[in-house]
């Protein structure tokens, strides 16, 4: 991997998009490692929090590898990814880590473009720490958690400024998993950002059985998750114990799904040692609560247009249109309140657990499906399908 290359990439990608800004604090994520999964496939999870809402995905046809990326709905290149996975079964994702060191006049807020880079070149876990070792220096423009997964298996967690990076391996952990949100452990302690969304989704991923995460558990359980490390509040399943006659508001401040989570995207990497296995990337575009999740795969070579046409995607045009019914205040602090009776209620009128009911039918589908061997056409036309029935759902919802 050539440095001067890895430079000139993340200095166009800073060039095209100077002057983002970063949400206060965000993402939500994990790194489930082989042992700690239902079928021996590493995991990715990402709740990506930004204050840009409008995202979508792309396939990204690249050399040495071609990959799927979660970017920006402005991105039309995918040289500035969220999250991704590529042709050799390599995974990535970020999240800020607000505690590491930073020096004044040095890059920064590159990560979208190292993972862009990554995804390009990286096959695997290893690859992933050479690139990191030729690329430290004060243009690398890191300050962030990446979380990586290979087709062997290899999974680990890489907190990574400027001048140094510290790896963790979730098979180091007595859980088997890393839990991540907006701080490092090998950066300054009780600083960073995240802690009570830590606390949280630490303490939903004990209340999984031990060996026994799947993506569904993740997109189900995780992603939708509105309840608070501190105060007593409900999450989505106790939402129907509510009367819809009247408005049942909830804070999203510190929970997993908030209103700035734009997307949440679960990766389930190869079987190890499974020659003919798939990683796929599970997506939920738009804020989890009020989206379907749907598979993609990399050796389909495309992805369904309701997940990229137009200015916003088809699909996060439905999202963010129930969005809107149950958080209708968009200015200020207001728009981190949430009437859950919009979602689910003891009248039954919440359009939530139809949008659950279509999410399980499209996993049931999907699992049945992996069971065989399939060309890229028929990849492409099986996600495709699981898209266009999500799309109905949503628009069908009110």
């Given amino acids: 991997m050539n440095k001067k290359s890895i430079t000139a990439i993340t200095m166009l990608a800073l060039l095209l998009l100077a002057g983002v800004p970063r949400a206060g604090c965000g993402c939500t994520t994990a790194v489930v490692g082989p042992a700690a999964g239902q079928d021996g496939r590493p995991m990715l999870w990402k709740n990506r929090d930004t204050d840009f809402l409008n995202n979508k995905v792309l396939f990204v046809r690249e050399s040495p590898f071609s990959y799927l ?3 920006n709905a402005g991105d039309r290149s995918g040289r500035w990814v969220y999250a991704g996975l ?13 505690n590491l060191p930073e020096n004044s006049g040095e890059m920064k807020d590159l990560e979208g473009a190292i993972m862009a880079d990554a995804l390009r ?21 890191s300050l962030a958690n990446f979380g990586v997964i290979d087709a062997q298996g290899g999974s680990a967690l890489f907190e990574v400024s400027n001048h140094e990076y510290k790896k963790f391996l979730p098979g180091d952990f007595p859980e088997k998993y890393i839990v991540n949100t907006n701080f490092a452990r090998s950066g300054k302690e009780g600083s960073g950002a995240g802690y009570l969304r830590f606390e949280r989704a630490s303490r939903l991923f004990r209340s999984l059985p031990a060996g026994g995460i799947s993506p569904r558990s993740l997109l189900t359980q995780l992603s939708r998750d509105t309840g608070h490390a501190l105060v007593e509040q409900p999450s989505h399943p106790q939402f129907k114990t509510f009367t ?20 949440a995207v679960v990766i389930a990497g190869r079987k190890p ?8 990337l599970w997506v939920q575009l738009g ?12 050796e389909a070579g495309t992805v369904p247009e309701a ?25 200020g602090d207001r728009r981190e309140y949430l009437d859950t ?19 399980d039918e499209i996993y049931s589908l999907t699992m049945e499906f992996l069971k065989a061997q399939h060309t890229a056409a028929e990849l492409a036309a099986f996600q495709d399908q699981m898209t266009r029935k999500a799309l109905a759902v949503l628009q069908a919802a009110h």
């Fill in 307 to 331: 997940l990229w046409q137009n200015a916003t995607a088809p699909i996060l045009v439905e999202a963010q249109r129930l969005q809107k019914l149950a958080r209708p205040y968009p200015e």
């Fill in 244 to 263: 819809g006659k009247r408005p049942f508001w909830l804070c999203g401040r510190d929970t997993i799904d908030r209103c700035s989570t734009s997307a």
């Fill in 273 to 280: 040692e499974a020659v003919h296995s798939l990683a796929t």
């Fill in 341 to 359: 009776t919009r979602l689910d209620n003891r009248e039954k009128t919440g359009f939530l657990p139809r949008l659950l009911q279509a999410e």
């Fill in 69 to 71: 990326a979660l970017v």
């Fill in 121 to 141: 070149t990286c096959a695997s876990v290893a690859d992933f720490e050479a690139y990191l070792k030729a690329s430290l220096g004060p243009s690398l423009g």
């Fill in 287 to 298: 804020e989890p609560l009020f989206t379907i999740a749907v598979p993609l795969w990399v």
């Fill in 86 to 98: 590529n042709a050799a079964g390599f995974a990535i994702f970020n999240s800020v880590a607000y």
